[in-house]
């Protein structure tokens, strides 16, 4: 501050001249609030400042309308005066900027037997935040694989993308469908009476589909005497990689034997028949 020259009295001479007043500098100090940056859904930082220029007197306040739940973009982060005393000062404020926050995807696996149906695939999610769930897409992730039903066993890659949110960046985790041609051949088992021939045997196969035909053996014949015999299922040109075999049972019993005494007619006092 500055106060000008003081009146010169009359009495004085023109070429005396008194001069009164003062000046005071006061030095600025520019208050700067700091950037910060933070993922959507995390807690709000701890928001803090520089100064540069004079020593600072007091202690600004920093003000940010965003919360935990605010969307994606900026928000100012908002320094003013507070407790500050300094006179020459200027305030800048500073950017709070809302990233999309990482939610993985991930496609659940599974294993079938060839043949089967294929499943409802399904996906997990991990990263959702405040409590929000799938609802929050606005465009649902879609689920894929090339296998079929009638695919060949192997494995095949169940793909999952597409999900579109506001607040989420996504990435994805593909699962595993798993077809196996694991089979399980087992002959049926019969029963027959001595002397009778050999059934035709037959076999059921539970599991995958079964390519080719399995073979069939018993050591059995019409003449071998009453016991159990296995019926023998073997691989044949079955030419599923994973198959089970389960030998059957022939279980022979004894035939029915009639004897029947013959009836004869005699006189009395006739001698009796040799009887037969």
């Known amino acids: 501050t500055f106060s000008g020259w003081s009146e010169i009295p009359e009495t004085m001479p023109a070429h005396d001249v008194v ?70 000062t200027t305030y800048v404020n500073g950017t709070l900027t809302i990233e999309k926050t990482p939610l993985k995807i991930t496609a659940k696996s599974y294993t079938i037997k060839q043949g089967d149906a294929l499943p409802a695939f399904e996906v997990t999610y991990d990263g959702f935040k405040n409590n929000e769930t799938d609802t929050v897409f606005t465009t649902k992730p879609t689920v894929s694989c090339e296998a079929k039903a009638d695919t060949l066993a192997g494995t095949y890659d169940i793909v999952v993308s597409g999900a579109e949110a506001t607040n989420y960046e996504m990435t994805y985790v593909n699962g595993t469908l798993t077809i196996t041609d694991d089979v399980v051949v087992t002959a049926k088992s019969y029963s027959r009476v001595y002397g009778d021939a050999n059934p035709a045997f037959e076999y059921t196969s539970d599991g995958a589909i079964l390519d080719g035909t399995p073979s069939i053996t018993c050591a059995a014949t019409a003449t071998s005497p009453v016991g159990t015999y296995d019926i023998v299922i073997a691989q044949g040109d079955v030419t599923n990689s994973e198959v089970t075999y389960v030998n059957g049972t022939l279980t022979i019993t004894k035939a029915p034997l009639t004897v029947t005494a013959k009836s004869y007619t005699i006189k009395r006092g006739g001698t009796l028949p040799t009887f037969e």
Not at 21 to 34: E, H, L, R, W
Not at 43 to 65: R, V, Y
């Open 19 to 88: 001069v009164t007043g003062s000046f005071t500098q006061v030095d600025p100090v520019i208050i700067t609030a700091k950037d910060y940056t933070i993922k959507y859904g995390e807690d709000l930082p701890l928001f803090e400042f520089t100064s540069d220029g004079a020593t600072l007197n007091g202690t600004p306040s920093i003000t940010c309308e965003a919360t935990k739940t605010s969307p994606v973009g900026t928000y100012p982060i908002v320094i003013s005066k507070g407790s500050v005393t300094n006179y020459n």
